[in-house]
């Protein structure tokens, strides 16, 4: 099972920028996906971006469309999120996961389908 740590959370005003990373090792996920989940206090847990790994397609939440970029490194087993024009409302711990097979747009964001997930990486957003 792949083994997954998350990096590069911190404090940021709004309005500024900040770039995740998620490093996976010990196992295989290139014919599966990579999906960044945040976690607001008393919130459930919400799909923010994906990238399927083989063909590189991308998906993102509403929410953070056209903020957001979520990309890979094949040579160094790294998912990104880069992250703009950061809100107070996306403070929250950050999560990546990963999931195997295919998913379906209706399924994108279903944590139940994701089997690998890393202990977090807090972000903070200040107004």
């Known amino acids: 099972q792949v083994q997954l740590v998350e990096s590069g959370g911190g404090s940021v005003q709004a309005g500024g920028s900040l770039r995740l990373s998620c490093a996976a090792s010990g196992g295989s996920y290139s014919d599966g996906y990579i999906g960044w989940f945040r976690q607001a206090p008393g919130k459930e847990r919400e799909g923010v971006a994906l990238i399927r790994i083989r063909t590189g397609d991308t998906g993102y939440a509403d929410s953070v469309t056209g903020r957001f970029t979520i990309s890979q490194d094949n040579a160094k087993n790294t998912v990104y999120l880069q992250m703009n024009s950061l809100k107070p409302e996306d403070t929250a711990m950050y999560y990546c996961?990963?999931?195997?097979?295919?998913?379906?747009?209706?399924?994108?964001?279903?944590?139940?389908?994701?089997?690998?997930w890393g202990q977090g990486t807090q972000v903070t957003v200040s107004s």
């Open positions: 996961a990963s999931a195997g097979g295919h998913l379906t747009f209706l399924h994108r964001f279903n944590k139940s389908r994701y089997n690998s």
